[in-house]
């Protein structure tokens, strides 16, 4: 055989760099399943069936193609992806590897490994599913004191001119943000429309018993999966979400509302993440729908920063900042993890429904990943590793490389940090940390009606967390913020509180930490 070419669980795109000058007739596909990518963070049951499923639908595609596939199934019960690399390497001797680039630094660095274990070359080629190359994103970020998501996207519309007029952005800005920041207010949202679900094949119903039996205890609800598992059925959800979401989705991109888990988002994101759609072909719906007159421009524009925009700007700073960014904890923060991010038992009204559809369904959107969750963790002053570690879990859509930066940097502010480990003002993911009192959550959503704690207390048994903990998070890292262009107000608003507050404040905030209260 010539070249063994390696395709990973997100990788299911058979136009993908791999198979440059792929020849059937010499060359195989070689996949795997193992169980290390299941459990080296506790990974949620619809995660696993996921990537599972999509693989298998993948294989058998590219098997009715008449190629040649290499397929490991979780039954062999092979543990790493190097053991199960190694292994066929020894079997079917090929002269070579090819792997596009991998979303996962270890897995990179695993596959690299077992190459050179045996010898091999490997043929390690750029992901072009991504609008910018690795290379891009370092020739955007040199040079330049401070990284912002907004320059990047700026400059990526222009670049590949998506929603420009000639040399101006459509409508005259470049951001819409100030239109696209609705609540339901009192009434709730209207009737939210119809989400694109696929009923479970043949195939994907062995995969669920599988992972059922598997990882009985990994969170998860198995018996409502319907996510896209192909190509196809990934269009399809695309068609959808354009025609039926998407000319509200500015409007309704941060509301929340108890109980109603997928509002007006486009539950892309793990499709796109394995691969099974092309940013482009997302990007360009979107705005041949608002060219059509069919979505007003905010709702495209809010929605295309999010993939030509944030998406981008994440793989560039994961890729450029690992494997050091893993570590980075600028806020010193040390706390366990509360016990009820796995269970959802907590009588906090807001976290325990965005607990608990995330655990039950592998999903949330991100207002409840930033504002609900990650702040509650980022208040608390739990170890950013330990809140990264439950985000890959949990989700399934986590890959490294998005859900890294956006846990550690976005959510935590945890990546102020030089190389050399001393603080660096901000990070390149956020300018400031994402704080905010219950009040927040109470006007984006209805939680705080149903919940036996009161946004507007920050002191006394029925005071929200969520405002105790702010306060509490100002005082802590007061000298840190006390000159910061963008929390010196915040940190002043302190001053007025008055001592014996403060400590009760403190005491709260440490009863909170130490697991009672709430
Ligand atoms: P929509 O709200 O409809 O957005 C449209 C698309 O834009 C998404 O499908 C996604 O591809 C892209 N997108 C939106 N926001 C971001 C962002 N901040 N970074 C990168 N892409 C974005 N996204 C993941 O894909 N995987 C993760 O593991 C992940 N972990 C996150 C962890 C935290 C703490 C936070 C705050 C955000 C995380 N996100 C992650 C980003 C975002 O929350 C999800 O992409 C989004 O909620 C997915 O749902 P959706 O497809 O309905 O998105
Ligand atoms: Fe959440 Fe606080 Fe509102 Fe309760 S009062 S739902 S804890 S924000």
Redesign the pocket.
Same mark, same amino acid.
């Given at each position: 055989m010539r070249h063994l070419v390696i395709v990973l669980g997100d990788q299911l795109d058979a136009a993908s760099s791999a198979f440059d000058g792929f020849d059937p007739a010499r060359d195989a596909l070689w996949m795997a399943e193992v169980a290390e990518e299941s459990t080296h963070v506790r990974s949620s049951r619809v995660r696993s069936a996921l990537f599972l499923a999509a693989m298998r639908h993948f294989a058998a595609e590219r098997r009715a193609d008449g190629w040649t596939v290499h397929y490991t199934s979780l039954d062999a019960g092979v543990t790493t992806l190097s053991d199960a690399l190694a292994a066929d390497i020894t079997r079917l001797r090929p002269a070579g590897l090819v792997l596009s680039a991998p979303g996962d630094w270890r897995v990179l660095q695993a596959l690299r490994g077992a190459g050179k274990a045996h010898g091999l070359p490997l043929d390690l080629r750029d992901d072009r599913h991504f609008y910018a190359t690795v290379r891009d994103f370092a020739a955007h970020a040199k040079g330049r004191k401070q990284l912002r998501m907004e320059y990047f996207y700026r400059e990526m519309r222009q670049r590949h001119r998506v929603l420009m007029d000639g040399d101006q952005p459509c409508g005259g800005q470049w951001n819409f943000d100030a239109d696209n920041r609705g609540s339901f207010g009192a009434d709730g949202p209207p009737p939210v429309p119809p989400r694109a679900g696929f009923a479970p094949d043949a195939l994907t119903r062995e995969v669920l018993v599988t992972v059922a039996q598997r990882f009985p205890d990994h969170p998860g609800d198995l018996s409502a999966f319907d996510w896209p598992v192909t190509r196809d059925q990934a269009l399809q959800a695309l068609r959808l979400f354009v025609d039926e979401r998407l000319p509200d %989705?500015g409007r309704w991109?941060d509301a929340m509302w108890a109980g109603e888990p997928w509002l007006w #988002?486009? #539950? $892309?994101?793990a499709a $796109?993440?394995l691969k099974l759609l092309n940013p482009r072909e997302v990007v360009t719906a979107a705005e041949a729908a608002y060219r059509a007159g069919r979505v007003p421009l905010a709702s495209a524009e809010g %929605?295309i920063r999010?993939?030509l925009g944030?998406?981008e700007y994440?793989r560039g700073i994961y890729w450029t900042q690992m494997p050091g960014y893993l570590d980075r904890n600028a806020l010193d923060a040390h706390a366990p993890l509360p016990a009820f991010y796995w269970t959802g038992d907590t009588d906090m009204a807001c976290l325990r429904d965005a607990i608990g559809q995330t655990l039950r369904l592998g999903?949330? #959107? #991100?207002i409840q990943? $930033?504002m609900v969750t990650?702040l509650y963790a980022l208040l608390l002053g739990v170890d950013p590793n330990q809140v990264h570690a439950w985000? $890959?879990a949990v989700?399934v859509?986590?890959?490294e490389w998005?859900?890294l930066p956006?846990?550690l940097g976005?959510?935590q502010y945890a990546d102020g940090v030089k190389a050399d480990g001393r603080p660096a003002g901000a990070g390149p993911m956020a300018s400031k940390p994402y704080i905010a009192t219950g009040q927040y959550i109470a006007r984006m959503s209805n939680h705080c009606a149903g919940c036996r704690y009161r946004p507007d207390r920050r002191t006394g048994d029925d005071a929200c967390p969520f405002t105790t903990l702010y306060w509490d998070f100002l005082a802590r890292h007061e000298a840190r913020f006390a000159r910061h262009p963008r929390m010196a107000l915040q940190v002043k608003n302190l001053a007025r509180v008055p001592a014996p507050e403060r400590a009760a404040i403190a005491a709260r905030a440490d009863a909170l930490r130490r697991g009672s209260g709430a």
């Open positions: %989705f991109q #988002h486009a #539950h $892309l994101s $796109l993440n %929605f999010q993939v944030w998406r994440v999903y949330a #959107h #991100h990943r $930033l990650g985000y $890959l989700y859509d986590a890959v998005v859900e956006n846990t976005m959510s």
